[in-house]
């Protein structure tokens, strides 16, 4: 039998963005009733791609059909009237609005006489696009910017799942979610392939892309590298498609092992939603911590960093009472941070590299403290991007033209600087792909060599599995138990977030 007509593809595409190719070629050819797996490293074309079909770039060239029929995606109108919707990894949505509203946005509200907005039919719509998801927690009139990341980002993947479209493009999108939410957007994408209808997935977790897509195209370097069945592919197959080389490990070696002593320690901390906490965390130690969504891992972090007031509860540093009544204060007291929303919170995104890497460090790149030296600057941030082998045409580079993987380098080229004495990280590899993930846990392990304490936040389980040497479970804004990390198994984590797991030895 003939093979069916493809809902979707894009051939020959190429794109240049300053005479630096972004797609060399590419191609991507997308079956009706298939979830089509997009991977490859961060810079390898794949939100070049993305947005080329959405309509927000231009093409230098490109054959683009959707179910047979050339067509010309000039606009984000454009892609929505050809049946393409989209969830992109960065949130694009306004906080101060209800959630019914940002469902709608881009949309025509539901009016009444043709002038009024119903906005009775307009929460009922919304609160139809939340339950298809299975999401019963969250009130269609509530102010969206008052909700966790997690349920924003299933507001946003409810709005693409409003009305019924030829594909859905889905970038990241268990990034910021628990794994019963992922489960349940699962079992919705799989719906839609029985629909006949069909989702590009993109996501630098191969577990999921393993068990969820029927095939896969691999970018590298702007070109398409493979594109086959996930049948006739293992994870390793895959790594080695996307970085052009095998990968013995996930995790590299640590290369020293905790100092004696304490390096931080809290006693007795109180913040608002967090309390009391009492933990210590020592030289050259990676301090994991793990727990269910809304735990309150994110309000600890920031009350360690001076961005949420702390009520009571001692603090030291290196033995030295530590109580940052700020951001600032707290880098001036060797205390660094990596937030999980590299472009809201951790980076200047239309200022070139060189400025990010050195904006906390500014002092030691000036003249008596007063005048910046730009060339001392640059030649600080060209070594340190070489070090930390960040893809850039130059450090003049403005951030916003990066991936997502070097723009994580970047904020962690700001982080190298001390080294700190102190590492705060929430969700350090955050839509990260595995040749820079690799990059980024060396970069750990090497601060870790140097004495540097890591409490390390992150919600994907094997990265607290691989690098932490001890391991929290938060629960309701307090630590219920803290573990050894070396031979403690998945589901026992999972399980003791869930207050389930007994008998695990406690740290």
Not at 116 to 134: H, I, K, M, P, Y
Not at 425 to 432: A, F, I, N, S
């Amino acid at each position: 039998m003939a093979s069916p007509t493809p809902l979707l593809s894009a051939t020959r595409v190429t794109k240049s963005y300053a005479g630096v190719p972004a797609l060399k070629g590419a191609d991507l050819v997308v079956a009706p009733g298939e979830i089509h797996a997009l991977m490859g490293e961060n810079g390898a074309g794949k939100s070049t791609l993305i947005k080329i079909l959405a309509g927000v770039v231009t093409p230098d060239s490109a054959e683009i059909r959707v179910d047979g029929t050339l067509v010309s995606i000039e606009s984000t109108k454009a892609a929505y009237n050809l049946g393409l919707r989209f969830i992109h990894q960065e949130f694009n949505v306004v906080p101060t609005l209800s959630v019914a509203e940002n469902i709608f946005i881009g949309r025509d509200y539901p009016r009444r006489a043709g002038v009024f907005v119903d906005w009775a039919a307009l929460n009922s719509e919304a609160q139809r696009a939340l339950t298809r998801l299975g999401i019963d927690h969250i009130d269609p009139r509530r102010t969206l910017g008052e909700l966790s990341l997690g349920d924003q980002m299933l507001v946003r993947i409810s709005a693409a799942l409003l009305d019924d479209a030829k594909v859905y493009v889905l970038d990241e999108p268990t990034a910021a979610l628990t794994r019963d939410e992922s489960e349940r957007l699962f079992k919705v994408l799989r719906e839609i392939r029985a629909s006949g209808s069909s989702v590009l997935y993109v996501s630098h977790r191969l577990d999921e892309i393993m068990a969820l897509c029927d095939k896969a195209t691999v970018l590298r370097d702007g070109t398409s590298i493979d594109s086959g069945a996930m049948s006739n592919i293992t994870q390793d197959d895959l790594i080695a498609m996307m970085i052009g080389r095998r990968v013995d490990e996930a995790f590299p070696k640590a290369v020293s092992q905790p100092g004696e002593g304490e390096a931080f320690a809290a006693q007795a901390l109180m913040a608002k939603g967090i309390g009391p906490i009492e933990f210590a965390v020592r030289p050259g130690e990676i301090f994991g911590i793990a727990g269910l969504s809304g735990s309150g891992q994110g309000e600890l972090v920031r009350a360690l960093f001076g961005d949420q007031k702390i009520t009571s509860g001692r603090l030291t540093l290196d033995g030295v009472d530590y109580a940052p009544k700020s951001p600032g204060a707290a880098w001036e007291a060797g205390v660094a941070y990596v937030p999980r929303e590299r472009r809201a919170e951790g980076l200047f995104m239309q200022r070139p590299i060189y400025e990010n890497i050195t904006v906390a460090h500014l002092k030691r790149h000036s003249a008596a403290g007063v005048w910046l030296k730009p060339g001392h600057e640059k030649a600080y941030a060209s070594e340190t991007g070489a070090a930390m082998r960040l893809k850039a045409a130059s450090v003049g580079q403005p951030v916003y033209e990066l991936s997502g993987g070097n723009q994580q380098k970047v904020v962690f080229g700001r982080v190298v600087a001390g080294p700190p004495k102190l590492l705060l990280l929430e969700e350090p590899t955050r839509g990260v792909d595995v040749g820079a993930k690799f990059d980024i846990y060396t970069i750990l392990r090497d601060l870790a060599a140097k004495g540097t304490a890591i409490i390390l936040v992150s919600t994907d389980l094997p990265e607290l599995l691989g690098m932490s040497d001890r391991i929290a479970v938060m629960r309701e804004g307090q630590f219920d138990t803290i573990v050894e990390a070396q031979g403690l198994a998945e589901d026992t984590l999972i399980n003791l977030c869930y207050g389930r797991a007994s008998g695990v030895k406690v740290a």
